[in-house]
């Protein structure tokens, strides 16, 4: 049995140094707890939606160095995060060095290699609705296939690991990569193919209404197809793009090979949650009672923003005009529900 601990750290936006702190104690605590493998989520050190840092060299470098200190960390455990994949070889159409949005796995100072002999596995499918902006900064696998004239499904591998004497397959995904519902090509179908005993999909999934019960349905018939489970690890906290402010609701879920939701973390709480893994029977389990979330998940959504918002501006009290309307009244309610 296989004992899979996830985190959904609360990501502070470009602050490297510090989300390494949050990090390094996690693996800490789950090394104490006999945990074999722990999980956080896509782009777990750098953030996500914080634009041009992603052209810094010495922010790239940065993000590098402390993917290395994460993996010396990893004492006897396996921890797999998200990370910025930089290739000094290649180039950008814009002349900038190439970057990959990719997931590593670490153990005793090492970087683990998929079956493919990388050291990684890049993103797939990358965003560019709405306020996401990825294919201005990275390479999806893709681009990578075509360029090198290979198939996208040669260079997509799973990840072998080797825990007390039992071999687990693991298909590691990013986020968008599960959302394959209008995409060409379905990055989950090609590694299921691969003789894997397990997704992962490490996200920074932003709050929108709606979007979870999508993610269930979307989930819940490739599973069911595919005949996988999965562990979702989502993050949490704020990101302001300039624009937009978007929450991060976590929201850490398990699913069995017949697309049912097993478990579901509570929504924009720091939760650390445990799972077991039976490899032969592929029973996913969680070892303390998650009930799927049942609620309106739009208050909550606000007054975490707010919070969050409030908290980054260090700003303890706000001065709102009342007009009388039904706008005031409730930014009123709201500020007055989260302010001491």
């Given amino acids: 049995m296989i004992r899979i601990s996830t985190v959904q750290l609360s990501v502070i936006p470009g602050n490297i140094r510090a989300n390494f702190e949050q990090i390094e104690r996690e693996i800490q605590n789950a090394r104490k707890q006999n945990t074999d493998i722990l999980i956080f989520p896509e782009l777990c050190l750098s953030g996500y939606m914080i634009g041009d840092l992603w052209e810094q060299n010495a922010f790239l470098r940065e993000c590098e160095r402390y993917g290395q200190k994460i993996a010396d960390a990893a004492e006897n455990i396996i921890v797999i995060f998200g990370n910025i994949a930089v290739d000094p070889k290649k180039k950008n159409n814009d002349g900038r060095v190439r970057k990959y949005n990719a997931a590593f796995a670490a153990c005793n100072g090492?970087?683990?290699k998929n079956d493919r002999g990388l050291s990684y596995t890049i993103k797939t499918l990358l965003p560019d609705y709405r306020q996401f902006d990825d294919k201005r900064h990275f390479t999806s696998l893709p681009e990578l296939a075509a360029e090198e004239n290979q198939s996208v499904s040669s260079l997509l591998a799973p990840f072998t690991f080797t825990i007390r004497q039992e071999t687990l397959r693991a298909g590691i995904v990013l986020c968008e990569d599960s959302w394959d519902e209008n995409a060409r090509l379905s990055p989950m179908e090609i590694l299921s193919e691969k003789n894997i005993d397990i997704f992962f999909n490490l996200s920074a999934s932003p709050f929108t209404l709606e979007k979870n019960d999508k993610r269930h349905r979307l989930f819940s018939?490739?599973?069911?197809?595919?005949?996988?489970?999965?562990?979702?690890?989502?993050?949490?906290?704020?990101e302001n793009n300039g624009k937009d402010c978007y929450t991060y609701d976590g929201m850490t879920a398990a699913y069995d090979p017949k697309g049912t939701l097993l478990a579901e973390a509570v929504p924009y709480q720091e939760e650390h949650s445990c799972f077991s893994f039976d490899i032969a029977a592929k029973k996913l389990a969680a070892e303390k009672e998650m009930k799927p979330f049942r609620g309106n998940m739009l208050l909550p959504a606000l007054r975490y923003g707010l919070k969050e918002f409030l908290s980054a501006i260090h700003a303890g009290r706000v001065v709102i005009g009342i007009s009388g309307g039904i706008d005031s009244a409730v930014n009123a309610a709201l500020y007055r529900s989260v302010l001491p």
């Fill in 221 to 238: 018939a490739s599973l069911s197809r595919l005949g996988c489970p999965m562990l979702y690890i989502n993050r949490r906290g704020l």
């Fill in 110 to 112: 090492q970087f683990l």
